[in-house]
C-alpha cells in the first residue's frame, strides 16, 4: 500500500487568490495523479504528474491555470490559481502502488467566496 | 472514450440485507478495475481491484465480478452494516496509467 500525506485538508479562499495543495508520499512512485471532484460528481482527471518532466494534462486543464511541480519520486504540488467560485471542489492526489491499486490522499476541499 | 455508469444513483437498505452495485463501461479494452469507498467529504478508500485477466475478488464481506465481454462489474456486500454507508465509486483504467470513474452509488443502510 501507500500512505499519502495531503495538506491543506480544506480552505476558504478569496476570488483571483491563488492556493498550492501539497502530497507526499511514503514511497517512491513514477507517477502522481491529480484529480477534481466538484460537488455532488465524480472524480475527474486534471493532470499526471512525472519526476523531471512536465505534467500531462488532461483537455480542458491548462497548466496557467493549474501548474504542477514534481521535484521528487515521493512529492508533488497542485496549485490553483486565479480562483473563482467555480474552482469549490475537492481535489485529490493519487498514486498507483506496484500492486496497481490506486492510492489517495485524504483531499483538499477548497472554498472560492 | 471510456465512459463508466453506475447503476443505482443511490440506495437505501435496511441492516442486515445483501445487497448488489452494479457498474458498466463501453470500452472492454481495459487493463483493470478497481472498486472504492467514500465517505462524506473525505479522500477515497480501494476496496478491491479486479485485473482484466480475472473474474472476480474477494475481501471479507466484499466480492466484486468483473465480465469484461459484457462491460460489466458488481459489487456484492453481504450482510450489510450501517457502517457500509458510504459512496461506492467504480472505475476503469483503460492502461496502465490513470483511471476513469462512475458517478457512485449512494449506499445508506439503516439500523
Known amino acids: 500500500s501507500a500512505v499519502i500525506s495531503q495538506k491543506p485538508s480544506r480552505d476558504i479562499c478569496q476570488r483571483g487568490t491563488s492556493l498550492t495543495i501539497q502530497c507526499q508520499v511514503d514511497?517512491?512512485?513514477?507517477?502522481m495523479f491529480w484529480y477534481r471532484q466538484q460537488p455532488g460528481q465524480s472524480l475527474t482527471l486534471i493532470a499526471t504528474a512525472n519526476q523531471g518532466s512536465e505534467a500531462t494534462y488532461e483537455s480542458g486543464f491548462v497548466i496557467d491555470k493549474f501548474p504542477i511541480s514534481r521535484p521528487n519520486l515521493t512529492f508533488s504540488t497542485l496549485t490553483v490559481s486565479n480562483m473563482s467560485p467555480e474552482d469549490s471542489s475537492i481535489y485529490l492526489c493519487s498514486v498507483r502502488a506496484p500492486s496497481e491499486k490506486l492510492f489517495f490522499g485524504s483531499g483538499t476541499q477548497l472554498s472560492v467566496l | 472514450k471510456q465512459e463508466v455508469t453506475q447503476i443505482p444513483a443511490a440506495l437505501s437498505v435496511p441492516e442486515g440485507e445483501n445487497l448488489v452495485l452494479n457498474c458498466s463501461f463501453t470500452?472492454?479494452?481495459?487493463?483493470?478495475l478497481q472498486w472504492f469507498r467514500q465517505d462524506p467529504g473525505k479522500g477515497l478508500t480501494s476496496l478491491l481491484l479486479i485485473q482484466s485477466s480475472q473474474r472476480e475478488q474477494t475481501s471479507g464481506r466484499l466480492n466484486a465480478s468483473l465480465d469484461k465481454s459484457s462491460g460489466r462489474s458488481t459489487l456484492y456486500i453481504a450482510a450489510s452494516q450501517p457502517g457500509d454507508s458510504a459512496t461506492y465509486l467504480c472505475?476503469?483504467?483503460?492502461?496502465?496509467?490513470?483511471?476513469?470513474f462512475g458517478a457512485g452509488t449512494r449506499l445508506t443502510v439503516k439500523p
Open positions: 470500452d472492454s479494452a481495459i487493463y483493470n
Open positions: 472505475a476503469v483504467s483503460p492502461h496502465n496509467n490513470d483511471m476513469r
Open positions: 514511497s517512491q512512485v513514477t507517477m
